[in-house]
């Protein structure tokens, strides 16, 4: 089994930045893709960015290209999020997930294996 804990949530305000991290225990983290997805109250959970083994190849919708980059340590073992410019509407509970095919990134729930338990970030305007 892979564990995965997030850490780095908190308050913000408008315009702030914050970076989150995951950390990976248990199998081998280089053997896994990586991704970010959040989930507002009321909301689905929704996809927010990957990256491959390598950090070769990473994808994030168009919505936060530019604002949130997803990136990687495979020393550490750890994925990290970070998120500038935040906006009140990126409001969630923020979950990162690995995935078994570790070369090709995905924005599909269902492709990720394992799932942390999720960090909060709240944004105030």
């Known amino acids: 089994q892979l564990q995965l804990v997030e850490s780095g949530g908190g308050l913000v305000q408008a315009g702030g930045s914050l970076r989150l991290s995951c950390a990976a225990s248990?199998?081998?983290?280089?053997?896994?893709?990586m991704g970010w997805f959040r989930q507002a109250p009321g909301k689905e959970r929704e996809f927010v960015a990957a990256?491959?083994?390598?950090?070769?190849?990473?994808y994030s919708t168009d919505s936060m290209e530019g604002r949130f980059t997803i990136s990687r340590d495979n020393a550490k073992n750890t994925v990290y999020l970070q998120m500038n410019s935040l906006k009140p509407e990126d409001t969630a509970v923020y979950y990162c997930?690995?995935?078994?095919?570790?070369?090709?990134?995905?924005?599909?729930?269902?492709?990720?294996?394992?799932w942390g338990q999720g960090t909060q970030v709240t944004v105030s305007s």
């Open positions: 248990g199998r081998t983290f280089s053997s896994y893709a």
């Open positions: 990256i491959n083994w390598s950090g070769a190849s990473t």
């Open positions: 997930a690995a995935r078994s095919s570790p070369r090709l990134v995905s924005t599909t729930l269902s492709d990720y294996d394992y």
